[in-house]
Each structure stands twice: as C-alpha cells, then as structure tokens.
C-alpha cells in the first residue's frame, strides 16, 4: 500500500484516484480550483449549466471505463444523435459527414478533386515531414487546402507546415480517403452518429467521480495549489496553502513546465528553458445569453476559416435533454488565441459584438444577445512545432525523470487527447503500482508507448 499526493483533479486525475483508492492505496487529491473537471468542468451563465467548450463521451471509450462511467451517472447519462455542421466555402455541411449532403451542398469541382485525389493517392509523395504533408499525403492536396490547413492555423496559431506531423497523427485518424468514404457510409445510419453526455453538463462526469472518490476514502483539497515539490530518496514533500506533507509517490497532471518549475532540486538551467520554449494555444470562451428557446437546432459549428475568429460554436442546450430554461439559450464561441493578445486582452462587450458580427456574417441569425460572459483558458492545444521538437522531448524526459513523481493525463503529457484516453492513463498509472506500492518503470514506459497511439475523436 502507498501513499500517493495526486495533482490535478481533472478527469486524469479523479480516475487514478478512485481506482487507486479502490486498491487498497492512501490517496489524496490536491486541486488549485474551487471545483474538479479542470477543463472539462462544467458552471452555470445565467441559470443554465454550460461546459468549457464543446465536449462530448465518445462510444470509442473502452468498454470497462464506460461501465465504470455509466455506474457513477446512472440514468443521467443519455445517448444523443450528432446534430454538428462544418462551414466550407461558405456552405454548412452536415457534420458527421454524410454522403447525400456532401453531393448536394460541396460544389462539383470541389468534389472531382477530391473523388480523384483519392483515388490517386499511391502516385503521390509520400514524405511527410510536416502536418500539411501528412494530410496531403493521406486525405489530398484539396482537403488540406480546404479545410486541415486552414483550421490547424486557426487552431495552433502556425503556418500548418511549421507543425510536426505527430499532430496529424494524434488529431486525424482517417489515413486515407477510403476511410473518410466508410466513415461517411457509418454515418448515413443515425446509430453511426450517436454520442453520450450528461443531462447536467459535461462536467457531472468528473463531480460524481470527485463524488466517487470521496466516498472511497480519499481526502479532496480543493483551492490548494502547489507551491513546492522536493523530490528525495525514499519520498516527496509537497507543499500546499503553506502545509508540508510527505507521499511515497506523486502523481501530476499539471503542465510539465509547471511542474519542473516547482521542483526541488531544480532541473538544469537548460532544461528550464528548454520548457519555457515550449508554446500553448490560449482560448477564451464567449458565452452569449440570447433570450429565446434555441439558437439553431444543431449541436456544434465547426468554422475552418481564418477569416472569422471562432474555431467552433456550440448550443449546450442541444446536447442533452436537461434541467434547462425554457425561454432562454446560451451560445458558446470558441476563440483561440495567445494569451496576452487582442482578443486575450478584449473586454465581454467587444468580444460579444466580434463574435455576433462573425455569426451574421455566416449567415447565421442575429443572436440579440442580452449577456455576455467570458472564460479564459491559458492552455488548451499544445503547439507542436518543428522548432520546438527537441524542447518537448528534454522537457517530458525531465518530468518523468523526477524520482517518485509520475507525470500523467492531457496536460501532465502535453497532448491532445479525449476523456477517455486520460482515463485510461490512469488506470495504466494505478496498474503499474505493485503489489508493495513501488511504480514499476517497465510497465509504466510500456503503457507510454501505447498512449503515443492515441487518436483524438472529435
């Protein structure tokens, strides 16, 4: 049995938690917010729970960690139909893509080039060195001018080919456009196009885990920040709103730059700044009260185009069937930037006229928003750019180099990836543990190997 000082009372780490606890471990749960789900938390603008974002529980969750998901929501975890559009060339097409639609709305030379991209795609170069290569080479020059490349830039803040092509190997999982053509004929059946999600919020997830692990035991410490970590032989010291408390282990799924930052022995000067060279895609979300029932009756805009400023707008509301109010909506626009920008920097007045401005300019309708609220996420898509390569890697070595610390989850490994794939992460940390309470680092490197195949399901 050990001892172990979880960071971070996200999904990641809310699922180590119980299922550690459920072993027989000592666990406690430190957490610098007031609430769990890091950002898949979900709060209320006015009356109405909303998320951070558009998110959903994909049927690709493993089967096991679904049980384990439906046995803490009970019945209020409903299955619902994807109801999404993506804007190209200034048309909305249904989203999970279907094929009467795409015949119907993409125009024609459009749809030649890509009929013949993919049936060309063996005479094509098959170097990839960057993101755009990689779609290039898999998807086709016309899907990677129309809608990756733009919507990468949209995203990372880059030029597409200043991306490593890990980046498309981790957000796109269709390698070829025979397997965007079965994902299309999956999605003609509306079971194809089902997802999962609460009738509270996204967030409902990790607060009945943070409900789960209470009840299993384990001690919540929420508005406790981690100010100090002294990793030694045979323990590690955290310190936290000024107390010093001592773990077998340490199980972190804040950023690694954070973590070595907080560290004691520090790293070396280089790998500071090795870490510190290492950029995050900011987001701010724009929440838009609109005193009406429903906006539109679809689920999430996906807006590909660098000439607007939202990546993606979505209708809490038309996800779930839930405890909303009937005379009223609240939009979410998703709007990446760096932090300390134009638009990092701009007040909920200006930010709502930009994105109304956007929506109508979309031939969307007028919202007539009567509030305006703002979040603002400093952390959101680890940019994975060419310069930065060999930053990344000395970065993520140091982290998991720190003697009894264990680095873990989306941030904790600087990846993109789903709920459920954190999940999953922690529950390979917890099976790592022997029976003595010591991480065995085989399996623990094994389970990082798996993790790099992870496929971000959007």
Not at 10 to 30: D, E, I, Y
Not at 57 to 81: C, N, S, V
Request: charge should be neutral; aromatic fraction near 8%.
């Amino acid at each position: 049995m050990a001892q172990i000082g979880i960071i971070g009372a996200g999904p990641a780490g809310l699922a180590a938690a119980l299922l550690a606890s459920r072993k027989g471990h000592n666990c406690t749960v430190f957490e610098s917010a007031a609430n769990p789900g890091g950002m898949a938390a979900s709060f209320v603008v006015a009356g109405q729970r909303v998320d951070l974002g558009s998110h959903r529980l994909h049927p690709a969750t493993e089967p096991h960690l679904l049980e384990l998901i439906k046995q803490i929501m009970g019945d209020d975890l409903q299955i619902r139909e994807r109801n999404g559009r993506i804007n190209l060339r200034d048309r909305w097409v249904k989203f999970p893509l279907r094929a009467t639609d795409l015949i119907r709305k993409l125009p024609t030379n459009v749809a030649l080039r890509i009929g013949g991209e993919t049936l060309t795609k063996r005479f094509r170069n098959s170097v990839e060195t960057n993101f755009y290569e990689s779609v290039q080479h898999r998807l086709g020059p016309t899907v990677a001018e129309e809608f990756y490349g733009p919507f990468a830039e949209k995203l990372y803040g880059v030029e597409p080919h200043q991306l490593t092509v890990e980046i498309a190997q981790r957000r796109i999982a269709a390698t070829s456009g025979f397997d965007v053509i079965r994902k299309i004929a999956k999605a003609t059946r509306s079971s194809g196009r089902v997802f999962l999600y609460p009738r509270d919020g996204y967030g409902s997830i990790s607060e009945r885990l943070a409900d789960a692990v209470h009840d299993a035991g384990t001690e919540l410490c929420f508005n406790s920040p981690i100010t100090k970590l002294q990793a030694k032989k045979d323990s590690v010291a955290i310190t936290s709103a000024g107390n010093i408390l001592e773990f077998d282990q340490v199980w972190s799924t804040i950023p690694s730059p954070n973590l070595l930052a907080i560290t004691e022995p520090s790293p070396p000067l280089e790998t500071i700044e090795a870490a510190r060279s290492l950029r995050n895609r900011a987001m701010v979300l724009v929440y838009l009260v609109i005193p009406r029932p429903q906006y539109t009756p679809f689920d999430a805009h996906y807006i590909p185009t660098t000439e607007t400023i939202i990546s993606r707008l979505s209708e809490p509301k038309n996800y779930r069937d839930g405890p909303d109010p009937s005379n009223q909506t609240v939009l979410c626009a998703e709007l990446p930037c760096w932090k300390g920008d134009m638009i990092w920097n701009a007040s909920p007045d200006e930010l709502g006229e930009l994105v109304s401005g956007d929506l109508q300019t979309m031939g969307l309708p007028d919202p007539q928003y009567i509030h305006v609220e703002l979040k603002f996420l400093p952390s959101v898509y680890p940019v994975f750019e060419h310069s930065t390569s060999q930053a990344r890697t000395t970065t993520q070595f140091a982290s998991q180099a720190i003697n009894r610390v264990v680095s873990f989850g989306r941030h904790g490994l600087g990846v993109p990836d789903n709920l459920h794939h954190v999940m999953r992460m922690g529950e390979h940390l917890v099976n790592s543990v022997s029976s003595d309470g010591e991480l065995d680092s085989s399996k623990w490197d094994k389970a990082l190997g798996s993790f790099a195949k992870h496929v971000v399901e959007d």
